[in-house]
């Protein structure tokens, strides 16, 4: 690992807040409609988002680029939806963290239902790392790294991020 010289990121980082943050400026989406992920087996996905996380399965079609692969999606809240692909013969990797990659997918909760899902995680033996009182990390079926965290949507750790 390289060393790095702190006061130099903090430098860069106030740099770019000054020339480039944008508070109260309109976005041109409207929201996110979908994110997609890969995945190795269509039932231990669902079986693994609907029953132990709780986001019901709301649809499942064909893929119309991939012949026999299936795209399916799980309703996240809020309008949102977290879809998955199976891409059957292609021999795809495990899961890897790589530049223009997926670090880790957040997914707001409200406190009591965060309280629910760690438990839900211990019961299901799924390995988790707690932060902060406010985020569970942990890995789905095909590696994926998710989060719930029970700060509200725009919020993170106290501090208003929308």
């Known amino acids: 690992m ?30 996110l409609h979908h994110t997609a992920l890969l995945c190795a087996d269509v039932e231990r996905t669902v079986r693994f988002y609907q029953e132990v996380l709780g986001f019901p399965l709301t649809e499942m079609v064909g893929n119309r680029d991939y012949e026999g ?10 309008g949102n939806l977290l879809a998955f692909f199976d891409f059957p013969g292609l021999d795809l990797g495990p899961y890897a ?14 406190p009591g239902q965060w309280d629910r899902l ?39 750790y106290g501090l208003k991020v929308l």
Not at 8 to 20: C, M, S
Request: charged share 25%; no cysteine.
């Open 2 to 31: 390289t060393e790095i010289d702190l006061s130099a990121v903090e430098a860069d980082r106030e740099r770019l807040r000054t020339a480039y943050l944008k508070g109260g400026t309109a976005s041109s989406a409207r929201g």
């Open 69 to 78: 692969s299936t795209h399916f999606f799980f309703d996240i809240g809020n």
């Open 97 to 110: 963290e790589v530049l223009g990659g997926l670090h880790h997918l957040a997914i707001s909760v409200e």
């Open 118 to 156: 760690k438990a839900s995680l211990v019961e299901h033996g799924v390995e988790f790392q707690e932060e902060s009182g406010t985020s569970i990390y942990f890995r789905d079926p095909d590696g994926a790294r998710i989060e719930l965290i029970s700060d509200p949507l725009g919020e993170m």
